[in-house]
């Protein structure tokens, strides 16, 4: 499985940015797919979720703010991220993960990571 992210950048408090991660080497469609963020000297939280049956979660801290959504016919997960914040910087990282052996072990797989910089 390869995901590659894109759409990070620098942006100012209040603005907008969309991410991108398009997938290959697994079914997309039936993939749970998410987002997550590291910050400087923080650890790697879970932003958002879409299920294979399109179910969003979101963390608290993003709620009305940020919007995953995916196009399986172009094996991309987006996350359009509005009304940014300082607290918002951090790189991004696109994640799946699949079920393998007769235990279902998880096995996560990541993207490369876009850096989002929100200045004040």
């Known amino acids: 499985v390869q995901l590659q992210a894109s759409g990070g950048g620098l942006v100012q408090a209040g603005g907008s940015l969309r991410l991108s991660c398009s997938a290959s080497?697994?079914?997309?469609?039936?993939?749970?797919m998410n987002w997550y963020r590291q910050a400087p000297g923080k650890q790697r939280e879970l932003v958002a979720t879409?299920?294979?049956?399109?179910?969003?979660n979101y963390a608290d801290s993003v709620k009305g703010r940020f919007t995953i959504s995916r196009d399986n016919a172009k094996n991309t997960v987006y996350l359009q991220m509005n009304s940014l914040k300082p607290e918002d910087t951090a790189v991004y990282y696109c994640?799946?993960?699949?079920?393998?052996?007769?235990?279902?072990?998880?096995?996560?797989?990541w993207g490369q990571g876009t850096q989002v910089t929100v200045s004040s």
């Open positions: 994640n799946t993960y699949l079920r393998h052996g007769v235990l279902a072990r998880r096995v996560d797989y």
């Open positions: 879409i299920t294979s049956g399109g179910i969003t």
């Open positions: 080497g697994t079914i997309f469609s039936g993939n749970d």
